[in-house]
């Protein structure tokens, strides 16, 4: 069943358009990795997603809800933005402990202290955080902040996960840990999770489907055994196997 869609999208800048994407659908549960050429408007289109960046043109049909992005209103905005999590590729963190980074987004939306406290301490015990909890979050290392963030994404039982390169700047173990984390979220939860990644390994690894971006554009979209075993463009051939794409 689809669940997410964007239809008749385009984000321009300086008059130029940077993306340009008439339709693309991802079923509710599945994890989808999004690669492509550096540029080429991946992170530009999960920040539309997650309503960071306003399209001059296109819809989203946002699990049952249908929106006009460019007329979107602050408030409409807000409470689906709130229905999302969002991973950046380096997150910062308040000036607070880990608990308190990780309980804020619920104490913004007014839970009872004692849910508050429930929620939070389940989510760091996914990310395997609990020993860290009192602790200044910004002393961590950068594989822990990452996972703080994802705690923090995840604490309010989003129905949409996005991640925009999150382990980007991780050391090998570190990536393994959270990919683990996301496994084991997504068993859970079945959460819908888009990941933009230039780790073709963990998109192999993690996804269900791949999306390929170039030039603004998707230019192939599909389950990922087929993505990977027998890409339909040369492009995707091309930077599967490492070479130059123009
Ligand atoms: N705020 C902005 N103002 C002007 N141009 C922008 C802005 N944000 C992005 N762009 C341009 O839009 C294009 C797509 O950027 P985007 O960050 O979405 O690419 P990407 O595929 O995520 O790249 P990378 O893999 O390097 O992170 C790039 O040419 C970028 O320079």
Do not use: W
């Given at each position: 069943?689809?669940?997410?869609?964007?239809?008749?999208?385009?984000?321009?800048?300086?008059?130029?358009?940077?993306?340009?994407?008439?339709?693309?659908?991802?079923?509710?549960?599945?994890?989808?990795?999004?690669?492509?050429?550096?540029?080429?408007?991946?992170?530009?289109?999960?920040?539309?997603?997650?309503?960071?960046?306003?399209?001059?043109?296109?819809?989203?049909?946002?699990?049952?809800?249908?929106?006009?992005?460019?007329?979107?209103?602050?408030?409409?905005?807000?409470?689906?933005?709130?229905?999302?999590?969002?991973v950046?590729?380096k997150p910062s963190m308040f000036h607070s402990s880990v608990f308190d980074n990780v309980?804020?987004?619920?104490?913004?939306?007014?839970?009872?202290?004692?849910?508050?406290?429930?929620?939070v301490?389940?989510a760091l015990?996914?990310v395997d955080l609990t020993h860290a909890a009192n602790q200044m979050a910004n002393t961590l290392s950068g594989g822990e902040m990452q996972r703080i963030a994802l705690a923090r994404?995840?604490?309010?039982?989003?129905?949409?996960?996005?991640?925009?390169?999150p382990t980007?700047s991780l050391d090998?173990s570190n990536?393994?840990i959270f990919?683990?984390v996301?496994?084991?979220?997504?068993?859970?939860?079945?959460?819908?999770?888009?990941?933009?990644?230039?780790?073709?390994?963990?998109?192999?690894?993690?996804?269900?489907?791949?999306?390929?971006?170039?030039?603004?554009?998707?230019?192939?979209?599909?389950?990922?055994?087929?993505?990977?075993?027998?890409?339909?463009?040369?492009?995707?051939?091309?930077?599967?196997?490492?070479?130059?794409?123009?």
């Amino acid at each position: 069943m689809t669940e997410l869609r964007v239809s008749d999208l385009t984000v321009t800048y300086d008059q130029k358009t940077i993306l340009d994407v008439p339709h693309a659908s991802f079923e509710c549960g599945r994890i989808y990795g999004i690669i492509g050429p550096s540029g080429s408007g991946k992170s530009t289109l999960l920040r539309v997603i997650n309503l960071l960046t306003q399209p001059a043109s296109g819809h989203l049909h946002f699990f049952g809800v249908d929106v006009h992005l460019p007329s979107l209103s602050h408030r409409e905005g807000l409470s689906l933005q709130r229905q999302m999590g969002f991973v950046p590729q380096k997150p910062s963190m308040f000036h607070s402990s880990v608990f308190d980074n990780v309980a804020q987004g619920l104490r913004y939306r007014k839970l009872p202290r004692e849910t508050i406290r429930i929620r939070v301490e389940d989510a760091l015990e996914k990310v395997d955080l609990t020993h860290a909890a009192n602790q200044m979050a910004n002393t961590l290392s950068g594989g822990e902040m990452q996972r703080i963030a994802l705690a923090r994404a995840m604490v309010y039982e989003p129905v949409l996960l996005l991640l925009d390169e999150p382990t980007a700047s991780l050391d090998p173990s570190n990536v393994a840990i959270f990919e683990r984390v996301i496994q084991s979220i997504h068993a859970m939860h079945k959460t819908t999770i888009l990941m933009v990644t230039h780790n073709l390994a963990q998109a192999k690894r993690l996804t269900h489907a791949c999306l390929f971006v170039h030039k603004g554009r998707i230019l192939e979209a599909s389950d990922t055994e087929p993505f990977f075993h027998s890409p339909e463009t040369q492009e995707v051939q091309d930077f599967m196997a490492g070479r130059m794409i123009y």
